[in-house]
Antibody, heavy 118, light 107 residues
């Protein structure tokens, strides 16, 4: 079955960067986009962007365009998301999710908590 | 950007009751709508895609309907495990957007 396993929690200072990994299994890696979603504490879901694992193409939400980079390592079936210039209000759980039928987000990683604090 | 408005914000019901959740889009999105369930400390889980199609393994008590701008998620008879937050999400236009969520709580 499909699994997405994310890297562990991170604590960062404002201005630093963080890189989160999402290791996939159970399907053909290059056949489905991977999306990233942010959820601040007690808040709703916010779409950040997607990466096409087949060719590395990306599309980012305007909110994150300047600070987010999504990459992939095909040989390792892993997708990465890096967020630069972290701010206190970037404290959130970040999820990766595999696209499914109807371009829905069918399978999700367990989430990675990033805490930004001085 | 398409704005999705969910109502009510909170729904207080008892097990066995019927739950009706609404999601309204700021412009027509055809049937390009999905519903997710999220429990505390867990990732969201896909329930419904393309407005009315149940995802793999989702019980038949969950159903979705609607098209254009008005959508409904119905839980025919609430089970204890159904008390959670529910989000709608559209994929008609970029960026993908989510509604603010409806919390279904035990009355």
């Amino acid at each position: 079955q499909v699994h997405l396993v994310q890297s562990g929690a991170e604590m960062k200072k404002p201005g630093a960067s963080v890189k989160i990994s999402c290791k996939t299994s159970g399907y053909t890696f290059t056949d489905y986009f991977i999306h990233w979603v942010r959820q601040a504490p007690g808040q709703g879901l916010e779409w950040m962007g997607w990466i096409n694992p087949y060719n590395g193409d990306t599309k980012y939400a305007q909110t994150f365009q300047a600070r987010v980079t999504m990459t992939r390592e095909t040989s390792d079936r892993t997708v990465y998301m890096e967020v630069d210039t972290l701010r206190n209000d970037d404290t959130a759980v970040f999820y990766c999710a595999k696209e499914g039928r109807g371009y829905s987000l069918a399978n999700w990683g367990q989430g990675t908590l990033v805490t930004v604090s001085s | 950007e398409i704005v999705l408005t969910q109502s009510p914000a909170t729904l207080s019901l008892s097990p066995g009751e019927r739950a009706t959740l609404s999601c309204r889009a700021s412009q027509s999105i055809s049937n390009f709508l999905a519903w997710y369930q999220q429990k505390p400390g867990q990732a969201p889980r896909l329930l419904i895609y393309d407005a009315s199609n149940r995802a793999t393994g989702i019980p038949a008590r969950f159903s979705g309907s609607g098209s254009g701008t008005d959508f409904t998620l119905t839980i025919s008879s609430l089970e204890p495990e159904d008390f959670a937050v529910y989000y709608c999400q559209q994929r008609s236009n970029w960026p993908l957007t989510f509604g603010g969520g409806t919390k279904v709580e035990i009355k």
